[in-house]
């Protein structure tokens, strides 16, 4: 029976890495053709480019974090958003998590979990990873115009993966709790 497991697992690891390259690097393709430049497609950066759509969020998002704080923002072309009068921040494609995002995707997809409950769990996730990015952008936005320092000495976006990847590792510890009962029998 330890086969088995070791069996199951090693499909899991498979598949998840498998999964994680597929979004991850098929991410970066896709902002290979959607970039002008280079590999530029216009049907992709026309009808394909998710990216984009994120980075908008993201910038709507961090004005609304700046406004907690009584900042007014614009929003300019290339991805910046900026307080009235005084310094932006530009949503890079660095900014947007596709890493973060890419692993919690490989990680639901690859569990053996009806595909009602997958959709649940990969979207409450997106959500989490998006809020906690928002709040990291708007807070950033906030930080340089009051001159704060970043805490530590670490930059914006290794506090934004320390972040996330603490909450996907307790999105994971609670999926792996409460989805224990549906896990495929060995026996």
Known sequence: MDFLKNKTFLFFVVKFLLLFCLFYYGTIFMIGLCAPGGYYSEFAANYLDYI???KI???KGAAFVASWFGY????????????VGARGVIIAYDCVGYGVL?????????????????LVWLLGGFILLW??????????????NKGWPMPLGLDH????????????????YWFEKK????????G
């Not at 007014?72 to 072309?77: H, L, V």
């Not at 890419?102 to 997958?118: C, D, I, M």
């Not at 906690?132 to 906030?142: D, E, K, M, P």
């Open 102 to 118: 890419s692993f919690w995707a490989a990680y639901t997809l690859a569990n053996h979990v009806n595909w009602k409950r997958t």
């Open 131 to 144: 809020i906690i990015n928002v709040l990291r952008i708007g807070l950033f936005l906030v930080a340089i």
């Open 57 to 59: 969020t993201l910038m």
């Open 157 to 172: 976006h290794t506090w934004f993966n320390i972040f996330a990847y603490g909450a996907i590792f307790l999105m994971i």
């Open 72 to 83: 007014e923002t614009i929003e300019n072309p290339g991805f910046l958003v900026r307080v």
């Open 52 to 54: 984009s759509f994120i």
């Open 179 to 186: 989805n224990k009962v549906n896990a495929p029998s060995n």
